[in-house]
């Protein structure tokens, strides 16, 4: 009967502590904030502003100086493309720049005096393209633009010198190979497909461990002698203490991360191949391991503020190390070690194969092994940084026993003095 008692004392203790951890979570507004607020909305406008794709119709501005049929013709047909748009012809390079870096328009396209003449000669052209670097995406669309025109305005001019029998035989010449140009994984092509399913993931894990750091620096602030354990008998054990934190944050972000990896992508026509199956058992141990390492974090910053600091600070450098915005394989080892430290790494790697190219959980197995071997490394780590924390509590208990023992036992001599006198 003991060891049922012993039981049910520590579920008992674990409602308890979830209990009030859910009321600290409702009344905190910052805790609030990233909990609901952030998961909500960020995502949503994140996704809404790159919804696009790709840009279409990007402001160039084009200096001709050859003034001849050809150049107007390269100028009609960049401005007929759907990624660019011819915004005003400058006199010269020095005007053309001058509008560049008032952001007026976003590249340059300079025809040189010579180009018309080297192609009746039969020597080969160069046209100028000059882009503003700020911007990948207006890069993309200005260059590709200028190289697809030119190549179009080459296999014409081949045509006519070659002089071909039939339009079969043109086509032949200019283009013997067919090439087709198909995004793999990225229907559209664009920013939206490729990179934001990754930042969904990475949203998950910031906002939780934020929310959790903000929590832990409240009841830190709040109660400066204890730390972070109050002095009640429900927070006498470890597993208790971690089951109950642990459980309202998993009930709030099994929401969130349904919302953000179902919901999101479904608004904005994101790639959708996992199976839901799959999909939960891959969110199961990435949401455990977030969890008890938001755990560890919030015992080891001192102040709420600097939570926000530290995990803003990373959030940019994790990105890059999941291996979708840069590629993995140029990543140093030193870094892909560090990489290793946080749950976003194999949970987003192990998205993106799923959820984008197709993956089943089989093929992802080494992420979610992984992910596993994180949850419960953290876990362990997490219960001995809280039973460090009781120890502390209990001393600081203790020693405050002590002083006010003390300051008892002096009231009580001057009393006694008193009454002699």
């Known amino acids: 009967m003991s060891i049922f008692h012993n039981i049910a004392e520590v579920i008992s203790d674990a409602a308890y502590i979830w209990r009030q951890e859910m009321r600290q979570v409702i009344r905190d507004e910052g805790v609030l904030i990233f909990f609901v607020i952030v998961p909500l909305i ?7 502003i790159y919804n696009n794709e790709v840009v279409h119709d990007v402001p160039v501005v084009v200096v001709d100086d050859s003034h001849s049929s050809l150049s107007r013709q390269f100028t009609r047909m960049c401005d007929a493309s759907p990624d660019v748009r011819v915004f005003c012809h400058a006199a010269d390079m020095d005007e053309a720049q001058s509008l560049v870096s008032r952001q007026l328009c976003k590249g340059i396209y300079h025809i040189p005096a010579e180009f018309d003449t ?24 200005i260059y590709q633009t200028a190289v697809g025109v030119t190549a179009t305005m080459g296999a014409g001019i081949q045509t006519k010198l070659s002089n071909p029998a039939t339009k079969r ?59 972070l354990i109050p002095i009640d008998r429900h927070y006498q054990g470890v597993f208790r203490i971690l089951g109950g934190k642990a459980l309202c944050y998993f009930m709030i972000y099994a929401v969130m991360g349904a919302y953000l990896t179902l919901v999101v992508p479904k608004l904005f026509s994101f790639p959708q191949l996992a199976r839901w199956q799959d999909l939960l058992a891959m969110m199961l141990p990435y949401t455990l391991a977030c969890i008890f390492f938001g755990m560890i974090v919030s015992c080891l910053v001192r102040y709420r503020e600097n939570v926000m600091l530290l995990m803003v600070f990373v959030s940019v450098p994790l990105l890059f190390l999941t291996g979708v915005s840069w590629p993995q394989t140029s990543i140093p080892p030193f870094w892909q070690s560090v990489s290793w430290l946080f749950p976003s790494t194999f949970g987003v790697r192990a998205y993106i194969r799923m959820n984008t190219m197709g993956a089943t959980l089989g093929d992802v197995l080494w992420e979610y092994r992984f992910l596993w071997i ?42 006694k003095r008193k009454k002699k006198e």
């Open 169 to 227: 035989d043109a086509e032949i010449g200019v283009r013997p190979l067919k090439v087709e140009d198909v995004p793999v994984f990225s229907p559209a092509g664009g920013y939206g497909s490729s990179l934001l399913p990754a930042v969904l993931l990475l949203i998950f894990q910031q906002t939780l461990v934020l929310g959790i750091g903000l929590s832990a620096g409240t009841a830190r602030e709040n109660n400066r002698y204890h730390k």
């Open 118 to 141: 080297k192609i009746n000669r039969m020597e080969q052209a160069t046209i100028g393209v000059y882009c503003d670097m700020s911007l990948m995406l207006t890069y993309q669309a």
């Open 374 to 415: 994180q949850a419960l490394l953290y876990f362990v780590v997490a219960c001995l940084v809280y039973r460090h924390q009781i120890i502390l509590s209990r001393s600081h208990a203790l020693e405050r026993l002590d002083r006010i023992g003390r300051k008892l036992e002096v009231q009580e001599m001057i009393k």
């Open 42 to 48: 960020y995502p949503l406008l994140y996704s809404w």
